[in-house]
């Protein structure tokens, strides 16, 4: 009797997609059969990269992890996660002050969809600083730091957005 593989779904702008990220992915890997990558539109946070461009770095920088997929997240997350049948949603939390708001969340979600879980995965320490926000603060400032941070797929996507910008 097989039984039908676990799904998770994490979801976020990835604006850029870090190390950190992927630190939390593969943790997510090993947990479940298959990880769907869930990158959001998110107009209201004003992402220095397009959809298209994210969705690009995305699945460049989960290339080498077999049983994750990238997909346009639309919709509520947890309409998406039911679309793709996936038990549980998938969070990082660096640091006490994500705490918060990560908890508002998987309550919200868990009033709209109890059938599915959030997984809260910690990165590794030397990735707790690292967020997209952070990488981008760092990049108009000195764009070589940044690459301590990044997959090597966004480093000229980095380069390239800081020349347009100035």
Request: proline share 5%; net charge positive.
């Amino acid at each position: 009797m097989s039984r039908s593989p676990r799904i998770a779904v994490y979801p976020g702008t990835f604006d850029p997609v870090t190390l950190g990220h992927l630190d939390v992915l593969r943790r997510a890997s090993r947990l479940f059969d298959r990880v769907i990558v869930a990158v959001a539109p998110s107009d209201a946070k004003h992402p220095w990269f397009s959809l298209a461009e994210r969705l690009t770095m995305a699945k460049e920088a989960t290339r080498g992890i077999r049983n994750v997929q990238v997909r346009t997240l639309d919709g509520l997350t947890v309409e998406f996660a039911r679309r793709h049948k996936a038990a549980a949603l998938i969070r990082g939390l660096r640091k006490f002050s994500d705490f918060e708001f990560e908890f508002d969340l998987a309550h919200a979600n868990r009033l709209m969809a109890p059938e599915i879980e959030t997984v809260i995965l910690m990165p590794s320490q030397d990735q707790f600083v690292t967020s997209s926000s952070f990488v981008k603060d760092i990049a108009r400032h000195r764009l070589s730091q940044a690459a301590a941070f990044v997959p090597r797929c966004v480093l000229p996507r980095l380069r390239r957005k800081l020349a347009e910008k100035s």
